[in-house]
């Protein structure tokens, strides 16, 4: 059976507020296995932790669920280009974003398709200024849903998926190449000199360009660790 892999952008597609984060990995798969996609699920959680921190009882919610971790600087272009390099046809990627990020990735994930690849989209919602981007991009995406109503096809009670939660799962930070088993290696992570130093330099980048984030900490100062949690996660 084909393999999925899920990329899930999670500050623009965060887990509705009535949604219990530790049922995330498990809903996820059991609503793909519901709309016939039954070979293995990947799920990776992606978020830009210095812009959008989270708590630590969310994240350590979510990687119990069996889902990987991944801090991300601007869009998962590395992640999906990851996926690329690996995967085979028939396999299935499933994007879980908003319209912007679709829009951003369009050129890429056309390209996918033409390959031989299955790609499904969960998102908030359509907003009318990108409605050209739906009627070509959705063309050629094999299933999209709202991301609130895919969640709600999921069975809470499929006991099957419950092993997912016991696999070993990762961290990674796509800025720096850096990947872990646990939040504590990634929390270490950030603190480290390497993390400060790419950060600082890329900071500097977007800077030349004029393109800077209104978070980012002036020249010669060092970025602050991204904070996901107490510091004893």
Same mark, same amino acid.
């Given at each position: /059976? ?12 965060? +887990? ?12 996820? #798969? ?15 959680? /992606? ?10 009882? +969310? +994240? ?33 990627? /499933? ?8 829009? /951003? ?5 056309? #390209? ?25 991009? +959705? ?62 330099? #890329? ?15 002036? #020249? ?14």
């Amino acid at each position: /059976m084909a393999t999925t892999t899920v990329l899930w952008d999670i500050d623009s597609c965060p +887990l509705p507020d009535s949604f219990g984060p530790s049922l995330a990995g498990r809903s996820i #798969r059991s609503a793909l296995k519901n709309s016939g996609y039954l070979g293995p699920v990947t799920i990776t959680a /992606m978020s830009n932790l210095h812009l959008n921190p989270r708590s630590a009882s +969310l +994240l350590e919610a979510l990687f119990s669920s069996g889902i990987h971790i991944s801090n991300i600087f601007g869009y998962c272009l590395s992640l999906l280009f990851g996926w690329r390099m690996s995967a085979q046809p028939p396999a299935t990627l /499933m994007l879980i974003c908003d319209d912007t990020t679709l829009e /951003m990735l369009s050129e890429p994930l056309f #390209r996918i398709c033409d390959e031989g690849f299955t790609i499904l989209v969960a998102h908030p919602g359509r907003k009318p200024v990108s409605a050209d981007l739906w009627k070509t991009f +959705l063309s050629v995406v094999s299933r999209d849903w709202i991301w609130e109503s895919f969640l709600g096809s999921a069975d809470d009670k499929d006991e099957a998926l419950e092993y997912k939660c016991r696999e070993m799962g990762y961290v990674s930070c796509e800025m720096c190449e850096f990947s872990g088993f646990s939040l504590k290696d990634l929390t270490t992570h950030f603190s480290s000199d390497e993390h400060l130093e790419e950060g600082n330099e #890329r900071e500097t980048k977007t800077e030349h360009v004029g393109e800077q984030e209104t978070s980012c900490a002036p #020249r010669g100062t060092k970025r602050p660790a991204a904070h996901i949690g107490p510091s004893d996660l």
